[in-house]
């Protein structure tokens, strides 16, 4: 599921590809993943047009172009990109295909169509139009211990909360408390200042490491519950106890109830 690292490396792949070359033509095959766009809008701005640069906020993606505004792509459950040589015959699924003057595609695939195409007049107006919170990369700690201090929902749920900070997703969720040794259900306002901190600093260590990770296409080894989403297992601290499940806020939590304690 691509989260604030997933999408950092899309982002990455896309600079690497799809920059200053000329649109030719633009193909939607997801009407339905629209979002605050029409299909014209979309087609009518990218062809004949040119990305200069990108921008992430959160797990939004940002391709801005040379006149009128950006292409927004948000990647949902299963999003990807392919920049390649279109073959007649094995074409390529898409949901939105961008065609270079150059002969090479660009096709956004996404098999559970979860995500988002749209096309933006400003990127800063339509982050705030949202209601996205800062960047969990640029977000400070004392904005991050601000915002959460006064939230009595799960910290899980809290952390998760685009509209608190933008970028971190269930699984990354999940390892941040782990390390944090933070039961997912304790209640923001119930951690203290000191506590909130302590999940700030894991919360940048952990998508720092993940983002040149997935960028080397790495594993990632060194995080337990990225990498084993799974109940009854030993725990890797060595506290004796065992993974457990259950499901916060309507998303599923592995947590190890020996090591995270449960604030209250
Ligand atoms: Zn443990």
Redesign the pocket.
């Known amino acids: 599921m691509p989260e604030l690292p997933e999408v950092e490396s899309f982002k990455r792949y896309f600079d690497k590809t799809s920059l200053r070359q000329k649109i030719k033509r633009v193909r939607l095959a997801a009407p339905g993943m629209l979002f605050h766009s029409t299909e014209k809008e979309v087609l009518d701005n990218l062809e004949g047009n040119m990305f200069t640069e990108t921008r992430r906020h959160g797990k939004f993606f940002f391709a801005l172009l040379k006149r009128n505004g950006a292409l927004m792509l948000h990647f949902g459950m299963t999003g990807d990109l392919v920049y390649h040589k279109p073959d007649k015959n094995s074409p390529i699924r898409f949901a939105l295909l961008i065609e270079f003057a150059n002969g090479k595609n660009l096709a956004f695939q996404d098999t559970r169509k979860l995500g988002m195409i749209g096309w933006v007049n400003d990127v800063d107006a339509f982050i705030q139009r949202q209601g996205y919170g800062e960047d969990a990369l640029k977000i400070s700690e004392k904005e991050f211990v601000a915002s959460l201090q006064k939230r009595k929902t799960a910290i899980k749920t809290t952390i998760m909360n685009q509209r608190v900070v933008a970028g971190v997703g269930n699984e990354y969720s999940d390892e941040i408390l782990f390390r944090s040794s933070i039961h997912p259900e304790s209640p923001a306002n119930a951690l203290s200042d000191a506590k909130l901190k302590e999940i700030y600093s894991h919360m940048k260590s952990v998508l720092k490491v993940a983002v040149k990770r997935r960028a080397d296409q790495k594993k990632m080894s060194e995080f337990f519950f990225l990498e084993n989403r799974q109940a009854g297992l030993k725990?890797p601290?060595g506290?004796k106890?065992f993974t457990e499940f259950k499901t916060i806020g309507g998303r599923s939590a592995y947590f190890?109830p020996?090591?995270q304690k449960l604030y209250t």
């Open positions: 725990c601290e506290c106890g190890c020996g090591c």
